[in-house]
């Protein structure tokens, strides 16, 4: 067992797993989707992002594209939520939430991708 | 540069994710605490404000208490904030900077700025390895002559002296093992401006490892390689190595040509000299029996020249086991004076200096100069650094390993119609080196002349080449004089003319060129400028040929054409 690998995946899952959590619920109904757990995500995937640096691996460059993907699109599911509660001062319309929660989507998508991807490099890997 | 980035990336995974985790942890903890607003109601910090408040925290300590006054729970979280930003900062600025000092990421980036230099390079140039004194004086020479040339060598501080150096154009160097592959192709093996490897870095595996690494990466490349001994020259010559420098044995061969022909020496030495030297004097070596005093590589190269040559030795070698000296050489270092006499030098006519120590060397003279004044004294010195005392040493004879291989390479690469010229040379009598001595010394002030060679091609001589081809006749003589004015003369000797399989040696004036000509020269170096002036220009060759300044723009040839 190699604790690198170990750490490795577990922030990837975890990336995963939060993402979901706040993206499953109604689309547009802001009660269903928490703010720390955006928050919790993104912090997440930024962490996963880093440990996915400076690998020279094909399989890693592909890694950490969608990881910065998924930051990205979590970033600007925050920004858009800032941006509503105190530029706009909209507050939470239906409208602006399914827009936070499709952009948390991508993200999810992302996440899945990079994923899957470990499980390919991992299920190839011959001893 | 990729390599870099990701050296680069890797050292900071941890410093960022440290950064981000204390961010992130701060940022919780203020949206966690309950505050007051300034009505006195409960109030808990959104995200933003979190992180707003964190930002400017960590980076500048604060502008001050917002939106609300803190209360006593949220300065307690923010004491620590602040304490855990700053350390994680130090953090991460303090390993970026140890990255960068560190040495394997200063090796990555300095092999990256070299290889990028040398991509880029559009000039022709050279591969030099090893820069020690040799490579010194050979990368200063092809400088003067506008070469190019790039250095490896393992040590890195004289990697650092090249670029103290004050050289008329940056040469790149790199601190690199030569034996290394990666390292000889970061230099441009592969680059279509490499003209050619020399490896000369005093050591005959590495050389040997240069010359086989370039021969196998660079087919045609040219490669020049220094050896140390007959072995590893055996060893080189049997992979197509163009040519093995051994510096004891060619000077072993001009000291033996000193006896025989001291004036073709003579003109030799002045041709091969380094650029703006002084003229060297006609030196003559005396007959008799010299003493040698060391038996290394230098002495036996030197014994087997001379002893062909008639010339009686006494050897003194220290230690007569390891050097395989005959029977009758004398045990000792030579700096002392019974050894010497016990050699005869009272009845000798030369001595010969040849020890791997400078100091020995010295003081092997000083004695034997003290008893028997009238010695011819030929010294050995290992290192350029102590010019200014073995200047000052009145030696008849200095050899200096380092720019005799210096000189050797930069002829090869100058006029390599230099060989074949010395050759040919070499089957002339001394009454006819004579007359040459005459010649060049007569167009030559005091200074060395230059040599170069001039090739009758479309490339280096498009003037002659197309007259040539239309059918019209240049002499020898159209190219040795003046573009300006034709009665002048130029300072310069031809000296060989080379076409298919002929030879000419000293050609006269009024030889015919032929399309394909080598022709060597020798002269002063504004000859070479207004002879490469006159090959290249049309209305220049047309005027020395007929003596008539015809005008070269359109207009004024339909003027003066009635």
Redesign the interface.
């Known amino acids: 067992m190699n604790l690198e690998k170990v750490i490795f995946a577990f922030f990837s899952i975890l990336a995963l797993t939060l993402n979901f959590g706040f993206f499953i619920g109604e689309v547009d109904n802001p009660e269903h989707h928490n703010a720390y757990e955006l928050f919790a995500a993104l912090i997440v995937s930024l962490i996963a992002t880093i440990m996915k640096f400076g690998d020279r691996a094909h399989i890693g460059a592909l890694l950490l594209a969608t990881s910065l993907v998924a930051d990205l699109q979590l970033i600007a599911a925050a920004m858009v939520w800032g941006f509503t509660l105190y530029v706009v001062e909209t507050g939470l319309t239906p409208s602006i939430t399914s827009s936070i929660v499709s952009l948390s989507a991508g993200a999810l998508l992302a996440n899945l991708t990079s994923v899957l991807l470990l499980v390919v490099e991992t299920v190839t890997f011959r001893r | 540069m990729k390599k870099v980035i990701?050296?680069?990336?890797?050292?900071?995974?941890l410093p960022?994710?440290v950064l981000?985790?204390v961010y992130?942890i701060s940022?919780?903890g203020m949206?966690l605490i309950t505050g007051v607003d300034e009505q006195g109601n409960p109030w808990r910090m959104?995200?933003?404000h979190a992180i707003y408040f964190v930002s400017f925290l960590g980076s500048t300590i604060g502008l001050g208490e917002v939106p609300y006054a803190f209360t006593d729970a949220q300065r307690m979280w923010t004491t620590f904030v602040i304490y855990a930003a700053v350390v994680s900062w130090l953090y991460a600025i303090g390993s970026i900077l140890t990255l960068i000092q560190d040495q394997a990421f200063r090796r990555v980036l300095d092999f990256t700025s070299f290889a990028r230099k040398v991509r880029r390079s559009q000039d022709p140039f050279y591969i030099i390895c090893g820069y020690g004194d040799a490579a010194r004086q050979l990368v200063r020479e092809l400088s003067e002559h506008f070469i190019h040339s790039v250095v490896i060598d393992r040590d890195r501080e004289k990697i650092l002296d090249l670029q103290v150096e004050d050289l008329p154009f940056h040469v790149p160097g790199l601190s690199e093992d030569a034996t290394d592959s990666d390292g000889l192709l970061a230099a441009g093996l592969k680059h279509p401006c490499c003209r050619g490897v020399i490896a000369l870095s005093g050591d005959d595996d590495v050389n040997l490892a240069v010359a086989i690494t370039s021969k196998l990466l660079a087919p045609e490349l040219p490669v020049i390689c220094q050896s140390d001994s007959r072995d590893a020259a055996a060893n080189m010559a049997s992979f197509g190595t163009d040519h093995i420098i051994d510096p004891f044995d060619i000077f072993a061969s001009h000291l033996a040509m000193m006896f025989h022909s001291p004036r073709l020496h003579l003109v030799y030495e002045w041709i091969t000299a380094v650029h703006d030297a002084p003229l060297s004097e006609f030196k003559s070596p005396p007959a008799g029996t010299w003493v040698l005093c060391g038996f290394g590589r230098f002495g036996k190269a030197v014994q087997e020249y001379i002893t062909g040559e008639g010339v009686q030795t006494r050897l003194i070698e220290a230690d007569t086991g390891a050097t395989g000296a005959p029977l009758d050489a004398i045990e000792g270092r030579g700096t002392e004076a019974n050894t010497l006499v016990e050699a005869g030098i009272k009845n000798a006519t030369g001595i010969i200096a040849g020890t791997d120590s400078d100091t020995n060397n010295l003081s092997i003279l000083i004695t034997a100069r003290d008893l028997n004044p009238g010695l011819f004294t030929v010294v050995r010195q290992n290192h350029q650094n102590k010019d200014q005392i073995f200047r000052a040493a009145d030696i008849d004879i200095i050899m200096q390993p380092g720019a005799i291989t210096a000189q050797h390479i930069l002829s090869l690469i100058l006029a390599p119609l230099l060989g074949d010229f010395l050759n040919l040379a070499s089957d002339q009598g001394e009454e006819w080196a004579n007359v040459l001595v005459s010649r060049v010394a007569g167009v030559v002030e005091d200074i060395t002349p230059e040599t170069w060679d001039l090739d009758i091609s479309p490339l280096a001589a498009p003037a002659v080449f197309d007259c040539l081809i239309r059918g019209d006749k240049i002499r020898l003589h159209d190219l040795c004089v003046h573009p300006q004015n034709r009665a002048e003369q130029l300072p310069c000797v031809p000296l060989l003319i080379k076409r298919d399989n002929e030879k000419l040696l000293l050609p006269g004036m009024e030889v015919q060129l032929h399309a394909g000509d080598h022709i060597l020269f020798c002269g002063r170096e504004e000859a070479m400028r207004q002879a490469r002036h006159t090959i290249n220009d049309h209305q220049a060759l047309y005027y020395i040929r007929t003596g008539i300044d015809r005008p070269s723009g359109a207009l004024w040839r339909w003027l003066t054409n009635d």
């Open positions: 990701y050296l680069l990336l890797r050292r900071m995974r960022l994710i981000i985790s992130a940022i919780l949206t959104d995200f933003f």
